[in-house]
């Protein structure tokens, strides 16, 4: 098992910028793939950002070029630079990390407002 918390939240105007961070206890040894998810009001939760244990990040296009996902496997935790925020970036953002495609484990959500 794998517990997840996400910090980093907050309210923040058009164009700032938010860096989220998870941090990630139990058996992570196992961990492979990490990645942040997001889920807006009236919405499904959606995919924002992977990153596989030792390879290149992949990126949802509506935040390519102003997020970075990054991973520290020695202090495992998990970051999302967010830059240039806009308004449709606003949702809870959830980190999730798997053993395998089969199971997954997820942590309980960050709030992201952006607004003016």
Known sequence: QVHLVES???LVQPGESLTLSCAASGD??????MGWYRQAPGKQRELVALIPPNG??????SVKGRFTISRDNAKNTLNLQMNSLETEDTAI???????SAYVGFWGR???VTVSS
């Open 56 to 61: 290149k990040p992949d990126y949802t296009d």
């Open 28 to 33: 992570v040894s196992r961990i492979s793939v």
């Open 93 to 99: 953002y959830y980190c999730k990390a798997e053993y």
């Open 8 to 10: 980093g939240g907050g």
């Open 109 to 111: 959500g960050t709030q």
